[in-house]
């Protein structure tokens, strides 16, 4: 199975504290930057689909790590390669020069030429969360979709049986390849993902695989190609207009009640939750 | 009922530290990509350390407070590791990370040391007593890569490199520790070429284990009719269980665990008494074949720097994590008013980092921290730049500055861990000797580096009685001749002139009492010797870190020039600026201190009575 999986370098979650906002937009400069984690699971599913557990050396298809951005990003296509993807291409763009539908429409350019059989996202990316690309790209491509996976089970090379997580449990949907999947956290979990190579009963680390050292070194001898993105898209407008940037308000200071029959008062007439 | 331990991850290290050592201050990215480094680049360097740090904070650190709590049990005369240990071990060597500086012909990656010490940081400071075996694993393992036969090297070197079996250093028994010379395990030769080993050795770390499926000890033995004292000593390979020439198990070669040590720390960590040939059937052959017989001493001495450097590293590796959660901790702890509302009872509670005491506690643990690091890294930059030695001159540089600084770089650097671990545990207070928080746990497993691979008055005693004198003196010279270049083109420097000429002047003195050490060995004034040289490694060690420290802080200072605001390597810089001001004003002034004390020749402890140090 071939499988294509975008990728995204997010601001770290974690230092979030450090970005800066101005009314006209959210300064970067000094940010340190992680793979989007949805992503990382996204590759991780597409690692496991074309796999046996027993041997992770071999690979059993062929998995293309994707990301827009600039040179910089190739350090998060090296650290997928290093994982075990099997060649990377970076479209050559800016943050501030993409939206979602952007990104769909070059992608499902880049994926005429790559013609995989799947094509993995995560289900959104931690900055924006705007969780669209998944979909534009399936309807671009007039390919069927399934969205926030929290597991697969691979039929051969023609079908996918798809765990959607939606409110209140899960939707069994049944794909024909090629097709679009967006994942969800689950799909890391250890039995979330059952490939034709592997043993059914066999289980994963929870998570995603290390990069081992000798993949870190072997990485740099796969294939990282750059496009560009007037290459893909003749049209590279926005349709996302952002109009200004402003922090979360901050939090008010709390009050100290007396007496529990006081919070009950308060819960009532000023909270309204009772 | 007493609260659980938490499998949860408290290990800390700082990558950003690690990056500007690396590519600005000792420019060790200028060797990649050249040479025996033509693999590796500064992405692969950056990538494989994040990763560690990953695996580390993923796998290892969460097992090291349960591992403390847990300990290893003896069990039908076998080892057993704690819980997770197994699987910990199984990650390690799929990931790699201790073949990162190992020849590419023994399955390495063939980093550079500098690269390698870092890995080693990450691996110790996350969980020092795991770390212990695949540590032992190693160093066995370059021994017989080093001094073994080609047969020897074939059977075991690719297996205890990549984790198929482990290893250990057999040189302790009861009545001789730091005096080696006194060891009493026998060799006899018998019919086949082999030797029958006999004896008991005590404190062997891992000296077995259930993480492989054999475990290779290297034995101090005396052969039977070989001279006294270290001279008569070889190097045995004495496996746990028999193997064939193709690397097959086959019987129990009798070494047994006859017991293990409780002890103050690294309690995941086996420390084993090993009796060998209880029944006659322990069976060993020489490291390198019968001609390298009675050479034990020498081959072990050329393995030492290696692990002398390791132990000062895991020094700085526990003691930056112990920094480093204080430092989360004075930031979140809310206690007391600030001083300027000191009266006011109802002022606001601040965060503790904002107390004048607990500031201090954190720069001072910062400045030795960096400072011990950048040292460590100036030692290994050394070695990395000896295969690149325009000529034998530069090479003997190189070298030479290895040699000097490897006694600072254990002593100084595994003493002042312990000592910032009790900084920290200060800095939490109440907390931090609980369990809850970590440091209890660093400052216990960390006592044991001033001790072991040598004590630290054995460090001080091979610095002062051996390189000092090397090369006809030449690599002190050398050093203080780096010092004082140093020094003359910054004395002048606008925020560090003060500090830089402070080093001058400390330099001169450690000249000085250099000069002093050797007066008294010209004198016969032997008993001064010993008495001085720990304080005189302590001084040299100062020095040297102070001279680390104001070198990183004039580079920080010209990046600030150039560093966006907003940038959190603005912080970053700023922090080196501080570190090397506070440790050159509050710490430097100890080196003279000690060159005063020599100077003055004080000989209480030796002149004292034994009757007189108590009557009880």
């Not at chain 1, 969360?129 to 979709?145: C, F, I, S, T």
Request: glycine letters at 10%.
């Amino acid at each position: 199975m071939k499988i294509l999986v975008s990728l995204k370098r997010v601001a770290d979650p974690d230092n979030a504290n450090k970005i800066k906002v101005t009314p006209q937009k959210i300064e970067t400069t000094g940010l340190e930057f992680k793979p989007n984690p949805f992503d990382e699971y996204a590759v991780e599913t597409a690692l496991r689909l074309t796999e046996n557990a027993a041997n992770t050396k071999q690979r059993l298809g062929e998995v293309t790590v994707v990301t827009f951005g600039p040179k910089e990003a190739e350090s998060t296509l090296r650290a997928a390669l290093a994982t075990g993807a099997d060649k990377a291409i970076r479209v050559d763009a800016t943050d501030d020069a993409l939206d979602g539908d952007l990104v769909a429409r070059a992608l499902a350019k880049l994926i005429e030429t790559e013609k995989p059989d799947l094509v993995l996202l995560g289900k959104q990316e931690v900055e924006g969360d705007a969780n669209q690309v998944a979909q534009l790209l399936a309807e671009y491509l007039g390919w069927p979709q399934a969205t926030f996976a929290g597991s697969i089970k691979s039929e051969g090379d023609t079908a996918l049986l798809v765990g959607r997580e939606i409110d209140g449990g899960t939707m069994n949907l049944r794909v024909t390849l090629p097709a679009v999947v967006s994942v969800d956290l689950r799909i890391v979990a250890p039995r979330s993902v059952q490939s034709v190579h592997t043993k059914a009963d066999h289980a994963y680390p929870e998570g995603v695989r290390f990069a081992a050292l000798m993949a870190i070194m072997a990485a740099k001898k796969k294939s990282l190609t750059e496009v560009k993105l007037t290459d893909l898209t003749g049209d590279v407008g926005l349709k996302i207009k952002y109009t200004g940037f402003e922090p979360p308000p901050a939090r008010k200071a709390g009050v100290k009640v007396k007496s529990v029959s006081e919070l009950v008062e308060k819960l009532k007439t000023e909270a309204k939750v009772l | 009922m007493s609260k659980p331990i938490q499998a949860i991850n408290r290990y800390k290290a700082d990558l950003r530290d690690f990056q500007f050592l690396l590519f600005e201050q000792f420019k060790v990215g200028e060797l990649l990509g050249k040479g025996v480094f033509e693999a590796w680049d500064a992405e692969q360097v950056n990538v494989s350390l994040a990763e560690c740090y990953r695996w580390t904070r993923e796998v290892a650190g969460p097992l090291n407070a349960p591992a403390d709590a847990e300990g290893c049990k003896l069990v039908d005369g076998r080892v057993i590791t704690p819980k997770g240990f197994k699987e910990a071990w199984k990650s390690l060597y799929e990931a790699g990370w201790k073949s990162i500086g190992i020849a590419p012909e023994h399955g390495g990656a063939g980093s550079p040391v500098s690269v390698q010490i870092l890995v080693e940081e990450m691996l110790s400071g996350a969980n020092t007593a795991f770390n212990m075996y695949s540590g032992l694993a190693f160093g066995a393992s370059e021994v017989i890569a080093s001094f073994g036969t080609t047969d020897q090297q074939h059977l075991y070197c690719a297996r205890m490199f990549g984790g198929e079996w482990g290893g250990t250093m057999c040189l302790t028994e009861p009545h001789a520790g730091s005096d080696v010379g006194s060891a009493k395990t026998t060799a006899r030769l018998n019919a086949d070429g082999t030797y029958s080993i006999k004896g008991t050795k005590i404190y062997i770390s891992g000296g077995d284990h259930d993480l492989a499926s054999n475990v290779i000890h290297l034995v101090l033995a005396r052969v039977d009719g070989a001279p006294a004292g270290t001279k008569g000593l070889t190097l045995f390979i004495v496996p746990r269980v028999r193997t064939s020439g193709d690397g097959t198990l086959g019987a129990d070669n009798d070494v047994t665990v006859a017991a293990l040590e409780h002890k103050m720390g690294i309690n995941g960590s086996a420390t084993c008494v090993l009796n060998f040939g209880d029944n006659d059937a322990c069976i060993g052959v020489p490291v390198g074949g019968d001609s390298e017989l009675n050479k034990g001493m020498p081959q072990m001495f050329k393995m030492m720097n290696g692990a002398r450097i390791a132990v000062g590293v895991q020094g700085i590796g526990v003691a930056s994590s112990a920094y480093l959660n204080a430092l989360e901790y004075a930031r979140d702890r809310k206690q007391g008013a600030s001083i300027t509302h000191w009266k006011d009872a109802t002022a606001p509670r601040v965060s503790i980092i904002e107390h004048a005491d607990v500031r201090r506690m954190l720069l001072d643990m910062k400045s030795r921290v960096e400072g011990i690091r950048a040292l460590v890294v100036k030692l290994t930059s050394h070695i990395d730049r000896l295969t690149f030695a325009k000529d034998d001159a530069e090479a003997a540089y190189h070298q030479g500055q290895v040699d000097l600084l490897v006694p600072l770089v254990k002593a100084y650097g595994t003493d002042q861990a312990f000592r910032v671990c009790e900084t920290a545990i200060q800095t939490y207070g109440g907390a931090g000797y609980t369990r809850d928080y970590p440091v209890e746990q660093y400052c216990r497993d960390c006592k044991i580096f001033s001790i072991y691979e040598g004590t630290n008055h054995i460090q001080a005693m091979d610095l002062v009685g051996r390189k000092l004198g090397q090369a006809g003196g030449a690599n002190l010279q050398a050093f203080l001749g780096d010092i004082a270049k140093f020094v003359a083109a910054h004395k002048d420097h606008a925020k560090l002139g003060a500090s830089v000429r402070a080093l001058g002047g400390a330099q001169e003195a450690l000249g000085g009492s250099a000069l002093k050490l050797l007066m008294w060995f010209q004198t016969g004034n032997m008993a001064a010797v010993p008495l001085y040289a720990t304080r005189f490694l302590e001084m040299m060690s100062e020095i040297a870190v102070a001279w680390m420290l104001l070198d990183a802080a004039i580079i920080a200072d010209t990046k600030l020039q150039t560093v966006e605001p907003g940038h959190p390597d603005k912080a970053f810089y700023e922090g080196k600026l501080f570190s090397a001001m506070y440790y050159a004003r509050s710490v430097l002034p100890a080196a003279e201190l000690k060159a005063r004390q020599m100077n003055d020749e004080d000989k209480s402890p030796l002149e004292i009575s034994d009757a007189a140090f108590a009557t009880v």
